[in-house]
């Protein structure tokens, strides 16, 4: 059932980490998630992070009107979701230009690279598009020794210059996942 | 329409406001906004103009990043049902500082008064009780709205959640600034942050 959470478990990938020194460099203090496989390991990471604090949502949109309000109160955050995740945003995402906040999206994608599950694939073919057309600028790691770079100009860009911005990252990057009986 | 001993929206936000202090107010899109806006504009109103279903993420965001100060969401009926999950999300954070009101009149005033589910069945104080928020109570007076009033201040006994049945009259709007920029950045000013 979680073969792909449980290979993440045993092969402790090093990109997660790389995303998580550059969130701590950047002082991000809000983390709202949904969760997803890909993104289990970064979530371990601010879950046990004295200087963030994790905020699990029940909906994706929350969690760009979490951001909203924090920016307002002082603090820089980052949303965790997955491709199938962003469509649920879309009203909400008019908050970054209504308030022109540094919005910073790590998205986990599905539905491309060997998906097992049909249903993953129309969410995850328009999620780029979907993003463009709110305005959102769009980076993409597909490699491990590229997750760093991107996220850092990523967080660089959102923090610095306002400009809102989700980096996708690819189902090549994490494999899969394994559906077995 | 009207029924008996429900209370005047404009009395029950400025009998809430009236001693705010540095309390920063969040209004949900629709007449919780002019409602805000008509019990006197200030530095730390949070005006929406839309984002339907985001007003109590926006407080839940600002009460995280500023726990020492009293942070007030007040917003309807219809635009609480549309992000009945963040009660959910509130009542797993318990900010202790965070006040949720709703000001039930159970219609959609804004788009020709169609009936709201709180009209017939949904409790939403039974709902904000049930996702954790475990101080949620209905409120029927204005001698407990002053009550309330004061309660707001406490940063340490949060989070608390209140529904106020109001009557349903549609009131002449008052209009606060649609800047969200402007709103933002002032907010942000009043509490010592500058522009990036």
């Known amino acids: ?181 | 329409m009207s029924k008996a001993n429900l209370l005047e929206r404009r009395s029950v936000v400025s009998g809430l406001l009236a001693e705010r202090k540095d309390a920063i107010v969040v209004g949900g899109l629709g007449a919780s906004t002019y409602d805000i806006a008509a019990a006197g504009d200030h530095d730390r109103n949070f005006y929406l103009w839309g984002a339907m279903g985001g007003a109590v993420m926006i407080g839940l965001g600002i009460a995280l990043a500023q726990p020492e100060l009293p942070v007030v969401v007040i917003t309807g009926d219809g635009e609480m049902l549309m992000g009945i999950g963040s009660l959910a999300t509130v009542g797993l954070q318990k900010p202790r500082n965070l006040t949720i009101v709703v000001l039930d009149n159970e219609v959609y005033g804004e788009t020709g008064g169609q009936a709201s589910h709180t009209a017939a069945t949904v409790d939403l104080v039974g709902v904000a009780r049930s996702c954790g928020i475990a101080d949620s109570s209905a409120i029927a007076t204005m001698a407990d709205i002053e009550a309330f009033a004061r309660l707001m201040q406490d940063v340490s006994s949060g989070p608390r959640f209140a529904s106020i049945k109001i009557d349903s009259a549609n009131l002449e709007r008052v209009l606060s600034s649609r800047d969200g920029q402007f709103t933002v950045t002032r907010i942000r000013g009043a509490l010592g942050f500058g522009p990036i």
């Open chain 1, 1 to 181: 059932m979680h073969a792909r959470a449980d290979a993440l478990k045993e092969n402790a990938a090093s990109w997660p980490e790389d995303i998580f020194a550059i969130l701590q460099r950047f002082d991000v203090r809000q983390v709202p998630y949904v969760p997803d496989a890909g993104h289990s390991q970064l979530i371990e990471r601010v879950l046990g992070a004295s200087s963030m604090r994790a905020v699990p949502l029940t909906t994706e949109e929350e969690g760009v009107a979490l951001l909203a309000g924090a920016w307002a109160g002082g603090q820089r955050g980052v949303l965790l979701m997955q491709s199938s995740g962003v469509g649920n945003c879309v009203n909400m995402l008019s908050l970054t230009q209504i308030f022109r906040f540094p919005f910073l999206t790590l998205v986990t994608m599905r539905g491309e690279w060997g998906e097992f599950n049909p249903w993953q694939v129309p969410m995850g073919s328009s999620t780029q598009g979907v993003f463009e057309l709110s305005g959102i600028k769009v980076l993409r790691a597909s490699h491990p020794d590229e997750v760093g770079e991107v996220v850092e100009a990523a967080a660089g860009q959102a923090y610095n210059a306002c400009t809102p911005t989700a980096v996708l990252l690819s189902q090549r990057l994490i494999g899969a996942k394994v559906f077995t009986k």
